[in-house]
């Protein structure tokens, strides 16, 4: 024998209000180039032009947080990274994180210098040690643009295999190239 199915009005899951989700971040004109470039997988980050500082910073503003100068541009970073300090989440409950736990939040050492807030992915937690080299991936979020719009990416990082933390120094000793200076992304 079967149960008599509910009424379709017992569970009108789809009907309510749209859920909130907090892992999106709004882009403003500032901040378009850098969403734009992730888009494209590449990270980008705001080097200062001083004379005598040259400091890199992560993330961006328009100043430089070490001598103020307005002489601050865009960069794209080698995307290395070495390992700071993590959390393993295991409940959060904003969605859509809570289908995502448990995640590894994490503070990476870019190899440019700035330390960058970010999510470690594909390891497990007893693969985890401070210094580890990992590389920078990039996740789409699924739904987060409308229709027909590039996808929004978010920096993520992984592990890289056959790196140590040594290898990161020596590949961060090395300058990266500065981005053209005109803004390709249109509009
Ligand atoms: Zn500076």
Do not use: K
């Amino acid at each position: 024998m079967h149960a008599n199915r509910p009424p379709a009005s017992a569970a009108p899951r789809s009907a309510g209000p749209p859920v909130p989700r907090f892992d999106v971040p709004e882009a403003d004109a500032f901040t378009r180039p850098y969403w734009e470039a992730a888009g494209r997988g590449r990270l980008l980050i705001r080097r200062c032009r001083a004379a005598g500082c040259g400091l890199a910073h992560h993330y961006p503003r328009e100043f430089c947080p070490r001598c103020w100068s307005e002489d601050v541009v865009w960069e794209e970073a080698s995307g290395r990274a070495a390992l700071y300090t993590w959390s393993v989440v295991h409940v959060n409950d904003l969605p859509p994180f809570g289908a995502r736990v448990p995640y590894t939040a994490a503070v990476v050492d870019l190899a440019e210098g700035p330390r960058m807030m970010t999510e470690v992915v594909g390891c497990e937690e007893s693969e985890l040690r401070i210094g580890m080299a990992l590389t920078v991936r990039f996740r789409e979020l699924d739904g987060a643009r409308p229709a027909g719009e590039p996808p929004l990416c978010i920096p993520v990082f992984g592990s890289l295999p056959g790196a140590g933390p040594e290898a990161v120094r020596a590949r961060g000793a090395r300058s990266s190239s500065l981005l053209p200076q005109g803004d390709d992304g249109g509009s």
